[in-house]
């Protein structure tokens, strides 16, 4: 099998997409990541969830896990609001990682072994320019444990 028969389509954001809408369309479609792409269509980077988490986490929560627990439940269950007017950009690490996009010819192996490397848990399928969309951790795993 090759990554154009696992892709589906697949929600995208910009750089410009308010991160709030971004942690928005995660939790409403069930999804570990999205596609971010540039003006043309093309992608450009992975936002996992956990990025859209680190943006929203205060500081001093993520050095020091036990002062989250001094936080009352209140405030703690409304950390997501930190998010603001932030937006995807700000949500994207300092350091560039390897992007993890491939043709669309790429074999299920290909694709588990761009996800372990990559640490990602989508990779976007891309034919001729032009993104088809993506084939995510689970849907390779429950086709790997088919055979």
Sequence with gaps: MRARDLAVEFPTVTLDTPALEAARLLTERGL?????IDDDGRP?????????LRLAVPAYCQDDPALARVVDEA???RFLLRLGDKTV????P????ELPVTDSKATVLELAA???RTH???????????LLGAVTLQSLLDHALQL
């Design 32 to 36: 570990p990541g999205l596609i971010l």
């Design 44 to 52: 450009l980077s992975i936002l996992p969830g956990t990025q859209v």
């Design 75 to 77: 405030h703690a269950d």
């Design 89 to 92: 950009r700000e949500c994207l």
């Design 94 to 97: 300092e350091q560039p990682r």
């Design 114 to 116: 761009m996800m372990a």
């Design 120 to 130: 990602s848990p989508l990779v976007a399928v891309v034919e001729e320019g032009r």
